[in-house]
């Protein structure tokens, strides 16, 4: 088996030249070198003299560096195959030349460098003291104000070097249980510079442009007097950006309102306020989200600013009743209207011209004929008089009926199949997971997704069970009893019957659930422990390719497979290797095997759904590996209780099956598309194959920029997705979006959204740690965070003193968003975290969309204590920080995939009867996962909140009730993310002062 990674994709600059999916004037080899890749070194720091625009061009014949090391936008990209595991690199100095190279954020005398930059782990056990900058000959920017030079404020106390940032949390001496935020007076003023502090810190005054406006007063604010002398004010939690308060703005701004999409490059509403969007021409943010709306006209300005171009796509992603469905359009046996030259699918960008018999492409400005069958007249504004009649010409986003020539062999396509395989060995038998499922089945196969306005569904459904052996089931509906055939050669899997295995579920409905019935019965007396897993998939594909479908293997498994099999896997898990260079491939899955089977599964258009049931180490790197690859979902139920998750994993089973879901895909991204990641196949470097992709799935595109853009014609960008429908017909699924573009970096500034960049670099940094040290991960991340805002003071904020922070106002909560991500479990790097959760993690948000990672990495933390049941608003959340708590509160914490009631332990006794009914907190039950139903308005409000927050979420989630100080509490407190890391990492006042140091650093 190769050991270069699965994908045989060639660099980028080989691809590009002769893809046909690249305009001219964009597809041009890339012919600079790799900059401010991810594997830069950070700890070395050198900003170059002025003019050093441009880093030097890497040696010819280096080994292309990994894909991970993609972490760093804008640069013309080297090879990168998908998750490539490639162990070769640039050399390091290559790499730091060209980040810093790109950042030139050097002016007057060279600075010092940042190698005297800690780790963030530092300031997350020290004091933080605000660093002064240093005493240069003049301030930033030609400000006025002269303080800083002046007064220089204590320096930062050096830290111990080498520390990890993952290491225990240090109780600081404090005697608090948790390294919370440290209590007030801590910070004794330590932090405070001039703006650094004032109330107005989170106000609008913050950000923009001519910024330091009346926002910014406050009792810090001014100039050299108040920077003088030791400042003793504690700085105040309120007084830095918040979340919440961003979310609110927003939801007050644009909730409730319409959002027409026909203004280009226009910032949509936030991923979480409710909005209602009208198709005018460009797609859906529920499709399509940017990390910015504004993209810089030439390269150069995208390598200064180094914010990442780059969009979230989720093509199927659902859509509120009240917005129109796509619409399909059906060109009959022409096929849909394209560009000759690029093959981009006809759109609003497309010019008719010469009385319409001809139009003109806009992504690469070729003139094509149109054809008889399609010609329409033009209005007196050039434009067809069928304009509106015509999705394609009028939308955004819209459907072609694919020829077929589209379809693999031109042979049309058939319905997907789903075939259900049970792992019956003895530990899923004795939970009574076994019976829970099959019974489960019988009622849910009767809700397999359908086509819109069909009768019933035309997925076809199959049955393997298996331990160390498969047993496939014949369930034709002619029969009057299943039959079951048994394979025990896992070296050679075949599918033993071809007939009868894959039914229609209304047909062989009497057989079928004659076999669910038997199933739990015929292994109830097992004693197989072990099982198989590779066999189990290539079964499923197997049964797929006998049936020329595509189709989606739910698969319910225990335990590692440790029977003699192909893809047998051992423990390899090891706690040493934490906070080592070997850390990393903890998370790398095993090669070989699972690689050809994620290949094959993807040919076949195979999806592979995952559940798994662990009492112990799976491997979870590997066994969830042919899922994330395959389009699939990996649900995780550690401990299984029937009692406790069985109605957790059920929601999730009911959502799975259900959901809406395209078959064998294939995904082009006109534009200059240079990297994806995603629950993903790449085949080369334009097209990402997937064997299926759900109304959750999404898939982040990172742009290249290597050439000029023009400010009048902007950037126009199409996503299309060829795939099969549920009911086998070929479709494509086309989502335009026109960006603009401006030579002002204020501009992109202004339009970039937190949201979707926070997507991305929770990606790139997930992905880079298969390759990387973590600590290099979270180091890059400080450092980018810290150059990207650096840039923004620079190029774009009105003159103001250098210890004043100040940020873009669309990225004002940036940095928290950024220190959250290196909180999290894969990031961290504790031995107290279970490395398959970490795995676990890492892949799923690997498939996330925007608004998954946004609630993750910033959770809603709501106050129940006072909410009004009368009224339908839910009490608006607040900060994520223990600050925010009660010793009398009741709140709800909830980030997508955990959901918990957190108790105060002074909980009024009414409130607790309420929602308990027990007469106080010590009377509640300690293993409480389900609220009781009760007759009064607090427990009914109660309940109904969290059943609309799990309909609204992807994932079921099952309820955590904690108390103030039970030992489960710390499973809560790691969710608040404003407060120092239980496992490691910095609050987030600390890592606002510590990348406001380190953009003070890159000014100076
Ligand atoms: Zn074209």
């Not at 799923?844 to 009368?870: C, F, I, K, W």
Request: glycine share 8%; charged share 15%.
């Amino acid at each position: 088996m190769s050991q270069q990674g699965y994908v045989a994709t060639p660099p980028y600059s080989q691809a590009q030249s002769g893809m046909g999916g690249y305009p001219a004037g964009f597809g041009s080899a890339p012919s600079q070198p790799l900059y401010g890749h991810y594997g830069g070194q950070p700890q070395s720091f050198p900003v170059p003299p002025t003019g050093m625009m441009k880093p030097a061009p890497p040696p010819t014949g280096l080994p292309s560096p990994p894909a991970s090391s993609h972490y760093i936008s804008n640069g013309p990209s080297p090879s990168s195959p998908y998750h490539s595991m490639s162990p070769q690199a640039p050399p390091q100095a290559q790499q730091v030349t060209n980040q810093m190279g790109a950042m030139n954020l050097g002016y007057g005398p060279p600075p010092a460098p940042i190698s005297q930059a800690l780790p963030t782990s530092h300031l997350a056990q020290q004091p933080f003291h605000s660093a002064p900058p240093p005493a240069m000959g003049h301030p930033p920017l030609g400000s006025p104000c002269t303080g800083p030079q002046s007064h220089r404020m204590p320096s930062p106390q050096s830290p111990p070097a080498g520390q990890p940032m993952g290491g225990p949390p240090s109780m600081g001496g404090m005697g608090r249980p948790y390294p919370g935020p440290p209590p007030p007076g801590q910070f004794g003023g330590q932090m405070a510079g001039p703006g650094m502090a004032g109330p107005g810190m989170a106000g609008p005054g913050m950000a923009g442009p001519g910024m330091a406006g009346p926002g910014m007063a406050g009792p810090f604010q001014g100039g050299a007097a108040q920077m003088a002398g030791p400042p003793q004010k504690k700085l105040d939690p309120d007084s830095i950006p918040s979340t919440t308060q961003v979310i609110e703005d927003d939801q007050a701004k644009r909730g409730g309102q319409v959002y027409a999409t026909n203004v280009r490059g226009q910032v949509p509403p936030l991923v979480t306020t409710n909005f209602t969007v009208q198709d005018q021409g460009n797609a859906s943010p529920r499709y399509m989200r940017c990390t910015t709306y504004s993209f810089p006209c030439t390269a150069d300005l995208a390598k200064q600013c180094q914010v990442p171009l780059a969009t979230i796509i989720k093509p199927f992603a659902t859509v509120p009743k009240n917005e129109t469905p796509l619409y399909v359009v059906n060109h009959g046996e022409a096929g849909p209207i394209r560009c000759n030259r690029c093959k981009a699918y006809m759109c609003p960008y497309m010019q008719f011209i010469d009385g319409g018999r001809r139009f003109q492409c806009g992504f690469c400005s070729c003139v094509n004929e149109v054809p008889a069958f399609y010609f329409q007249h033009l209005d007196h504004m050039g434009r067809r008089v069928d304009f509106y009649e015509r999705p394609e010409l009028s939308l955004g986003s819209y459907e072609f009926v694919a020829t077929l020539d589209y379809c693999k062999n031109n042979k049309s396509a058939s319905p997907p199949a789903y075939i259900f395989m049970i792992d019956v060995s003895y530990a899923n038998v004795k939970s009574g997971l076994v019976r829970l499922i099959c019974e489960e089945l019988k009622t849910l196969l009767d809700n397999l997704p359908r086509e819109e306005g069909a009768e019933s569904s035309t997925v076809k459904v199959g049955f393997v069970t298996y331990n160390k052996i498969l047993h496939f089931y014949n369930v034709k509906s002619a029969l009057a009893q299943p039959q079951m055939m048994v394979v025990s050669d896992m070296a050679e899997m075949f599918v033993p019957l071809l007939d009868g295995f894959l039914v229609n579920f209304q047909e062989s409905c009497s057989v079928i659930n004659n076999l669910l019935d038997q199933i739990p019965d015929m292994f109830a007396d097992t004693n197989e422990s072990e099982t198989v897993f590779a066999p189990v998939i290539q079964a499923g594909v197997e049964a797929l390719k006998a049936a020329e479908c595509s189709g989606k293997l739910f698969i319910f498994h225990s335990s590692i497979p440790t029977a003699e099999a192909p893809g047998k896997l051992k423990n390899r898990d090891d706690k040493k290797l934490i906070n080592t260079e070997k850390e990393k491939t903890l998370f790398q899955p095993q090669k070989g095997l699972y690689e050809q089977l994620s290949k094959d599964c993807v040919a076949q258009g195979c999806s592979v759904d995952l559940f798994l049931f662990p009492s112990q180490y799976v491997d979870m790197a590997t066994m969830g590996d042919v899922s994330t690859h395959t389009g699939g979902t990996v649900h995780k139920y550690s401990n299984f209780q029937l009692e406790l998750d069985g109605e957790h994993f059920l929601s999730d089973l009911r959502k799975d099956v259900r959901k809406a879901i395209g078959f064998d895909a294939i995904m082009r991204v006109r534009f200059r598309a240079t990297d994806f990641f995603g629950a993903v196949h790449m085949n080369n470097t334009t097209d990402v194959e997937m064997a299926a992709v759900d109304c959750d799935k999404a898939v982040t595109v990172e742009f290249k920029h290597d050439d000029t853009l023009s400010e009048e014609t902007g950037a126009l960008m199409q996503c299309a997705l060829l795939y099969t429908t549920i009911s086998g017909q070929r479709r494509l699924r086309i989502h335009n979006l026109s960006l603009n573009c401006s030579s002002q970096l204020s501009e992109l500034y202004k339009s970039c959204e937190t949201d979707a960049l926070i997507n991305f670099f929770a990606k790139s940094a997930y992905r880079a740690m298969l390759n990387q040290p973590l600590k290099t991960v979270r180091e890059i991340l400080v450092n980018q965070t810290a150059h990207m805002l650096a840039c923004y003071r620079k190029n774009c904020a009105s003159p103001s003193a250098a210890s004043q922070l100040i940020l873009p106002d669309a990225m004002k909560v940036f940095p928290i968003y950024m220190n959250s991500l290196m909180k999290t479990g894969p990031l961290v790097g504790s031995a107290e975290l279970s490395t398959d959760d970490r795995a676990h993690q890492r892949l799923s948000v690997m498939a996330m969309g925007v608004e998954e990672t946004q609630l993750l990495l910033y959770p809603r933390l709501v106050p129940l204590h006072n909410m009004d049941v009368a009224s339908d608003v839910l009490p608006a959340p607040v900060r994520c920080s223990e600050e925010r708590l009660t010793d009398a509160g009741m709140f709800l914490l909830e980030n997508g995939h955990s959901l918990f009631l957190w108790l105060g332990q002074a909980c009024t006794p009414e409130l607790v009867q309420s929602i308990f009914n027990v007469p106080s907190l010590a009377h509640m039950p300690s293993d409480l996962s389900s609220l009781p139903v009760l007759d009064n308005p607090q427990s009914k409000k109660l309940r109904s909140m969290i059943e609309a927050l799990l309909d609204q979420r992807p994932k079921s989630m099952k309820l955590l009730i904690v108390r103030q100080k039970d030992r489960s509490e710390m499973l809560f407190r790691q969710h608040l993310v404003e407060d120092k890391g239980l496992h490691g990492g910095a609050s987030y006042m600390d890592f606002l002062c510590y990348v406001h140091r380190e953009i003070r650093n890159l000014l100076t």
